[in-house]
């Protein structure tokens, strides 16, 4: 019987293998910032704290699940993950003879081991938002494949700028077997003859949940003591920063105020499908306003019970009146109480075509901003600005894709954003919510 293959200098454990991952993706992406790492748990936690810590980068876990062969739970024929994505391999459920009720069981047991496994790995800690960024997709190795391609699909779901997929070990065949599941590959060593990921490691153990949730609060923790100072304002005080939990019909929704010196109004984040108050284009947009003495609210449109039905996502009637109330329950808070504000709205590549007949109502001044390269999305804003009642104007930035991921797109965004509440903060009728979306 031959010996397993393993290279001159094998990986000592997981960590030791994530500290040469994380040496190679920092070479490969050294042009790259605004970078986030995701697990795959939980053999890949260990590593890819490794990886997150030389980028300097935060830590999340990407949850997948591997379907079963019903006779041979080992052999995938497949696999899921978060957002309903379901990755199947054909040749093996065709030679396997696996039926539908077959792969309904498998599906469904998994899925209810996806959710408990998310609520265990991240209770007390935010999901890292991948809208706009890059996201290193790890794990501790590579065999069949189909587990990394759930994972990559679940990141694209996210709406990031790019999906890079790193191991310490992989197949030499695995960047054809995955096509362009990611956009890019990077992996340590390829053995050949490769028989299993555990033959490079001295020490491939198993990875306990719990190692898995102390990783995660070891990596927020280093991310927390490295963070920079908190911003200071015009006279050298702090910007105050707190986090709320906004009683709303059937919950609860989490927000972020930041209320900066003499602050002068208020501006309401309201998301778009795939993002979250934690997103940074969002955050980079807040904190251009505070620059400018606005307070800023950054909150979850829909209650966790919500996001599990992606339905709610376009529930345009739900998330109208979430915004209402969220704006209110705000407007309640001691220190907003008593804010000098007036109701005007900036759309950032919206769509606010789909607020249909609703848009004859709409008397604030609202500046819908698109940028030059995003033409579908540019004629829907077209079309709604015809309908919208008051002023209103619509900002095209040249050279702007949908997510203004371009450089110095999204300074123009927030800098424009901000112009508009200054010009509208003093104007006539005000006393609402300055509301941006």
């Known amino acids: 019987m031959r010996a397993p293959w393993r290279p001159t200098a094998a990986f000592r454990d997981r960590e030791d293998a994530g500290r040469h991952l994380a040496d190679r993706v920092a070479d490969e992406l050294r042009a790259d910032s605004d970078v986030v790492v995701e697990a795959l748990p939980r053999g890949g936690a260990p590593v890819a704290h490794e990886v997150a810590r030389r980028l300097g980068a935060p830590l999340d876990v990407i949850l997948v699940r591997k379907l079963g062969l019903p006779f041979q739970p080992e052999l995938a024929m497949g696999a899921i993950g978060e957002g309903d994505v379901r990755v199947l391999d054909p040749e093996v459920l065709r030679r396997a003879g696996v039926s539908a009720d077959e792969l309904s069981a498998a599906d469904a047991r998994e899925r209810a081991e996806l959710e408990r496994r998310g609520e265990r790995y991240r209770a007390g800690l935010p999901r890292e938002p991948m809208e706009g960024r890059v996201v290193v997709v790890v794990d501790d190795g590579l065999a069949t494949g189909s587990t990394a391609m759930a994972a990559c ?90 986090e709320l939990l906004l009683p709303v019909p059937g919950g609860t929704v989490a927000g972020t105020l930041r209320v900066p010196p003499a602050a002068k109004g208020l501006v309401v984040f309201a998301h778009g499908s795939g ?163």
């Not at 376009?314 to 309640?332: N, Y």
């Open 153 to 242: 699909q679940v990141a694209r779901a996210a709406g990031p700028r790019r999906v890079v997929l790193a191991v310490p070990v992989a197949p030499g065949d695995w960047e054809q077997r995955l096509g362009d599941a990611a956009d890019q590959y990077i992996s340590v060593v390829q053995p050949e003859p490769f028989y299993a990921v555990g033959q490079v490691y001295d020490d491939f153990s198993a990875t306990s949940d719990e190692e898995v949730v102390q990783v995660l609060r070891e990596a927020a923790r280093e991310r927390a003591a490295s963070a920079p100072p908190p911003e200071r304002g015009a006279l050298g005080d702090p910007v105050q920063e707190r």
């Open 275 to 437: 993002s979250s108050r934690h997103s940074p284009r969002n955050r980079y947009v807040a904190a251009v306003l505070e620059e400018g003495g606005f307070a800023t609210l950054l909150f979850d449109l829909l209650t966790s019970a919500e996001e599990r039905d992606r339905r709610n996502v376009f529930d345009i009637e739900l998330l109208a009146q979430r915004l209402v109330d969220v704006t209110a329950r705000a407007r309640a808070e001691d220190d907003l109480a008593s804010l000098p504000v007036v109701a005007a709205v900036v759309s950032r590549g919206g769509r606010p075509d789909l607020a249909g007949e609703a848009l004859t109502q709409v008397t604030a001044p609202t500046l819908l901003l698109v940028g030059g390269e995003d033409e579908v999305v540019l004629e829907l804003n077209r079309r709604a600005a015809a309908r919208l009642a008051g002023p209103h104007e619509i900002r095209v930035v040249p050279g702007a894709g949908h997510l203004f991921s371009e450089p110095g797109t999204l300074e123009v965004v927030a800098l424009t954003a901000r112009d508009w509440f200054e010009r509208h903060l003093a104007g006539p009728g005000g006393s609402g919510p300055v509301r941006r979306r």
